[in-house]
């Protein structure tokens, strides 16, 4: 059971009459997360992550494994640290570098705080013991922090100089095997986006700086996000704005002046590379006729953290934050009488017994306490509405009502009931089946498409 007293959780108390200086632009789920303390700023574009947002990130992270899991990925750790010498060789040190970090060891050796890893990784696989093609293909991820020195970094973890990442690279005998790979992650891509249930669109992309031949990239839809989506009216082609090349006209099907517009926020990017990298670095393994070949490669990014910043900025209200269901911190906030009320010892036996009925239902460890037994129940609910909590229970006066007692069930969706225990309960549990069901989901290619042409979220644009 998780007691709110316990818990520690830096409210940003203002004075009244403080003046805040505005070092970075705030977006609202940053302004909530900051205020309510469940992150603070570090120094300039890094972030510190207090234990009620760390739960949910977690709950990401999570996630993001079972996917990875379910599409064959193995689970690795890459050190943060990768020699600028493997940068050389693949030649991204020639670009625009301002965006690394570089570091000098005691002997002068240069290395990157990663920003990501096809070359660390192609380089393990080039001085492994030689692969042979009954191994492949090889799905590798990991899931750690990335570094970018960000010029203007905004919107709190939206776009941080530090963030959390997902990165997974796959390696294939072949252009055909890769692409086959490619639909199986994209596929996981599409399951996770569904799981949180955050309107999301998937477009075609530029493979920019990582290069290769394919690439898609998953973005919430928002007025804060810094890309620019366009959508052809006439053949359906979605894409990130920078595929047209300051063209007006559908890069699929040539049209012009047909495309629609709207901002988004990338959380996930996915590119077919070939051999780019293991080309120049080296990277094979033996044919059936035992002879070396290049891997053609792929790699797949989450932004995790930022996945949970551009949730909460999707979904929350100004004054409240709103979770998608599979990470919200917790299910269910209790709430009891205030210490030295007239009901107090009645109500803390219906109090003490929802939470032992809760506990059952979601797992003790989902059920938050609010036992500040100070602070009054009204104090404690706008804590709790404005933590966002799927639901708070306040077990309060109306609880020890000789006839007909009932309890106040608030739900995120901002609606107020009042019900018996055992009515309370069946809601919490509906809920809870509804999240197993969005763990559970396993689509049939039909099925997908028929929810697509139902609702406006989905693949498409
Ligand atoms: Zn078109």
């Known amino acids: 059971m998780n007691r709110a007293s316990r818990i520690f959780w830096p409210m940003l108390v203002k004075p009244k009459d403080a003046v805040i200086k505005q070092t970075e632009q705030l977006s609202r789920s940053q302004k909530l997360l900051t205020e309510l303390g469940l992150i603070k700023s570090g120094s300039n574009g890094t972030y510190q992550i207090m234990p009620i947002a760390q739960r949910s990130l977690d709950k990401c992270i999570?996630?993001?494994?079972?996917?990875?899991?379910?599409?064959?990925?193995?689970?690795?750790?890459?050190?943060?640290?990768?020699?600028?010498?493997?940068?050389?060789?693949?030649?991204?040190?020639?670009?625009?570098?301002?965006?690394?970090?570089?570091?000098r060891d005691r002997s002068g050796k240069q290395f990157l705080m990663s920003p990501t890893h096809e070359e660390a990784v192609t380089a393990m696989l080039a001085t492994a013991a030689p692969i042979?093609?009954?191994?492949?293909?090889?799905?590798?991820?990991?899931i750690g922090p990335k570094f970018r020195d960000e010029l203007k970094s905004r919107f709190g973890m939206m776009r941080a100089k530090?963030?959390?990442?997902?990165?997974?690279?796959?390696?294939?005998?072949?252009?055909?095997?890769?692409?086959?790979?490619?639909?199986?992650?994209?596929?996981?891509?599409?399951?996770?986006?569904?799981?949180?249930?955050?309107?999301?669109?998937?477009?075609?992309?530029?493979?920019?700086?990582?290069?290769?031949?394919?690439?898609?990239?998953?973005?919430?839809?928002?007025?804060?996000?810094?890309?620019?989506?366009?959508?052809?009216?006439s053949c359906g082609y979605a894409g990130n704005a920078e595929v047209l090349h300051q063209s007006s006209n559908c890069p699929s099907c040539q049209k012009a002046d047909n495309l629609s517009r709207v901002h988004g926020v990338e959380v996930a990017h996915t590119f077919l590379l070939g051999d780019k990298y293991s080309k120049p670095l080296g990277a094979t393994f033996l044919n059936t006729s035992g002879k070396p070949q290049s891997l053609i490669m792929g790699c797949y990014g989450i932004g995790v953290s930022?996945?949970?910043?551009?949730?909460?900025?999707?979904?929350?209200?100004?004054?409240?934050?709103?979770?998608?269901?599979?990470?919200?911190?917790?299910?269910?906030?209790?709430?009891?009488?205030?210490?030295?009320?007239?009901?107090?010892?009645?109500?803390?036996?219906?109090?003490?017994?929802?939470?032992?009925?809760?506990?059952?239902?979601?797992?003790?460890?989902?059920v938050l306490h609010d036992d500040r037994k100070d602070?009054?129940?009204?104090?404690?609910?706008?804590?709790?509405?404005?933590?966002?909590?799927?639901?708070?229970?306040?077990?309060?006066?109306?609880?020890?009502?000789?006839e007909d007692p009932k309890l106040e069930?608030?739900?995120?969706?901002?609606?107020?009931?009042?019900?018996?225990?055992?009515?309370?309960?069946?809601?919490?549990?509906?809920?809870?089946?509804?999240?197993?069901d969005l763990i559970d989901i396993r689509r049939s290619t039909k099925e997908e498409e028929q929810t697509n042409r139902k609702q406006k979220v989905g693949h498409t644009l």
Request: net charge negative; aromatic share 8%.
């Open 62 to 103: 999570n996630l993001v494994q079972q996917n990875m899991f379910e599409a064959g990925g193995q689970k690795i750790t890459l050190p943060i640290l990768t020699s600028t010498a493997l940068w050389k060789k693949s030649g991204r040190l020639e670009g625009d570098i301002s965006e690394f970090y570089m570091v």
């Open 375 to 402: 602070l009054t129940i009204g104090k404690r609910l706008l804590d709790g509405k404005r933590l966002g909590h799927p639901f708070i229970i306040v077990a309060g006066a109306k609880s020890v009502l000789a």
């Open 162 to 233: 530090e963030f959390l990442m997902k990165d997974m690279y796959t390696f294939d005998l072949s252009q055909e095997t890769a692409k086959e790979t490619y639909d199986i992650i994209t596929k996981a891509y599409n399951r996770f986006f569904q799981q949180l249930e955050v309107p999301f669109v998937k477009v075609n992309a530029e493979t920019g700086i990582m290069g290769g031949s394919l690439s898609h990239e998953y973005h919430f839809i928002s007025s804060v996000g810094e890309d620019t989506l366009v959508k052809c009216e």
């Open 132 to 142: 042979s093609y009954r191994q492949l293909p090889l799905r590798l991820y990991q």
């Open 306 to 366: 930022r996945v949970l910043a551009a949730s909460l900025e999707v979904l929350s209200t100004d004054q409240e934050l709103r979770w998608p269901k599979l990470l919200a911190p917790y299910d269910v906030c209790v709430i009891g009488p205030k210490q030295g009320s007239k009901e107090q010892t009645l109500a803390e036996r219906v109090e003490y017994n929802l939470l032992e009925h809760l506990g059952h239902i979601c797992g003790s460890d989902e």
């Open 409 to 436: 069930l608030h739900s995120s969706d901002g609606n107020k009931i009042e019900l018996n225990l055992n009515e309370a309960l069946q809601m919490v549990n509906q809920y809870v089946n509804h999240k197993k």
